[in-house]
């Protein structure tokens, strides 16, 4: 509205600016507290995503809470001739000792505060990937492909691992429901995982295994291949 138009209509314009610029400053303080509360009621969390085209899954998220608690999400194929399905996502605890290190590590990587990519341009791709940490005064992430920090690196394999741990209970889930006979091979490459170190957190996959376990109609190998890797998570 032009000045004379408001003139005319009796309104000073330096007041409605100023109204304005109070309302608009009210605003963004209440922005800023809403985020503020928010951010203080996150109970201290460290999170893992990695993205990374043409592998299975080409993109999942990982996130552990201070109390155990932890979440995964998946998108993807089961197979490489699957088709593509619907996301999958799991609440499950982690062992104490696993959430115990997770902090450890990420207290020893400076909570993934300034440069963790080593900035190498000649190494291969190995997908992108992102360390989280958040707590109730701050939100800190960093990207990478690879990182030369030695605690780093441990969490990438921790979290990887538990990835493969948690794709093969979805499939074990799947196979049991679906294709029965699929069940053994797919129990004998996570033995031989299991037994070279790159699987975590079997003990997230105890009900499927449990399930398997108990189904007679699935042969006898594959219960035995279950029942011993159930026994590794340390589940009864």
């Known amino acids: 509205m032009s ?14 600016v100023c109204c304005l610029r109070k309302v608009i400053g009210s605003v963004l303080l209440l922005m800023v507290f809403s985020a503020s509360v ?25 996130v552990v809470f201070e109390d155990g608690h932890a979440t ?18 799991l609440d499950f ?13 990420t207290a020893k990587a400076k909570y993934f505060e300034g440069k963790v990519d080593s900035g190498k341009k000649n190494l291969a791709s190995t997908g992108d990937k992102m360390l989280i940490y958040q707590d109730g005064s701050r939100k800190t992430a960093a990207h990478y492909n690879y990182s030369p920090s030695q605690a780093v690196q441990e969490l990438t ?31 004998k490459r996570m033995d031989e995982m299991n037994r070279l170190g ?19 109609s699935v042969i006898n190998v594959s219960r035995v291949r279950a029942q011993r890797l159930l026994a590794k998570a340390g589940v009864h």
């Open 3 to 16: 000045d004379k138009k408001l003139q005319a209509l009796g309104i000073d314009q330096q007041r409605v």
């Open 38 to 62: 928010s951010l203080a009621q996150s109970p201290p969390s460290v999170g893992f995503t990695l993205d990374f085209p043409g592998s299975i899954p080409d993109h999942y998220a990982i």
């Open 72 to 89: 995964y999400d998946s998108t993807g194929k089961l197979t490489p001739d699957a088709e593509a399905g619907d996301p999958f996502h």
């Open 93 to 105: 605890h982690v062992a104490p000792e696993t959430k115990t290190k997770v902090f450890d590590l």
């Open 157 to 187: 394999a921790l979290f990887q691992n538990t990835s493969t741990t948690l794709e093969f209970g979805r499939r074990l889930a799947y196979y049991h429901q679906y294709q029965k006979l699929a069940l053994d091979d797919e129990l």
């Open 198 to 216: 790159e699987m975590a957190e079997l003990q997230a996959i105890a009900p499927i295994l449990k399930e398997i376990i108990a189904d007679k």
